[in-house]
């Protein structure tokens, strides 16, 4: 499996409800909302397998010591193949050393976050 990794790169509606709508996201009921709070992250994440959207995660940061991660969705198909941990890598490349970062996580995504590559002593779980 080819998974391309991209920061801040180009989102179009379609293809990002489609997402958040296969993890029962609810989000997704709120388009024009979610379009415009994912393109003005401080950094978005995306992930394409064969040019398709397969995962995306924002971050949300004062640029300097915090860093919050409130999304990382990767399609159901693609889960459990490293993808979210590849999105979490690139996203390391802008945050690493920030003094605190935080995961947003509920139920199963407890421990999606536990798994991916961010250092122990920064986890907010």
Known sequence: MNINIELNGQIEEAEVLALYRANSWSAADKPSQLLAAL?????L???RCDGELVGIGNAIS?????VYYPHMLVHPSKQGKGVGRKMMEA???VYQGYHQQMLTADGEAVEFYKAVSIPRQSRGL
């Open 91 to 93: 996203l390391q490349t």
């Open 62 to 66: 004062d640029g300097h010591l915090v």
């Open 45 to 47: 994440v995306i992930a």
């Open 39 to 43: 393109r003005n992250s401080h950094t």
